[in-house]
């Protein structure tokens, strides 16, 4: 069963950065696509970012200034996130699927705890 765990959430001020880790194990040899998504109470889980390789894409509300990425020696992957706003605010979710890139949350298979993020003066 593969294992995903979230990290680095906290609260931070608007503009400011947070970098979000998500440490991954088990049979990772099946996974082929890694995705951050976000929910706020009371609605539905929104997609922020998904990589596959070395190809990434974003949600058009964060493009420029999240970014995507991850080390495979580490099992890990990463959401840094600058420029953050209040909208930012939400509950943060690692998630992995078997299959190619996707957009989707229903599309992947494997989901951690999540981490909370907000933004606030």
């Known amino acids: 069963q593969v294992r995903l765990v979230e990290s680095g959430g906290g609260s931070v001020q608007p503009g400011g950065s947070l970098r979000l880790s998500c440490a991954a194990s088990?049979?990772?040899?099946?996974?082929?696509?890694m995705g951050w998504f976000r929910q706020t109470p009371g609605t539905e889980r929104a997609w922020v970012a998904s990589i596959y390789r070395d190809r990434t894409i974003y949600a058009d509300s964060v493009k420029g200034r999240f970014t995507i990425s991850q080390d495979n020696s580490k099992n890990t992957l990463y959401l840094q996130m600058d420029s953050l706003k209040p909208e930012d605010t939400a509950m943060y979710y690692c998630?992995?699927?078997?299959?190619?890139?996707?957009?989707?949350?229903?599309?992947?298979?494997?989901w951690g705890q999540g981490t909370q993020v907000t933004v606030s003066s």
């Open positions: 088990g049979p990772l040899y099946s996974i082929y696509t």
């Open positions: 998630a992995a699927r078997i299959g190619a890139i996707s957009m989707w949350w229903r599309d992947y298979q494997y």
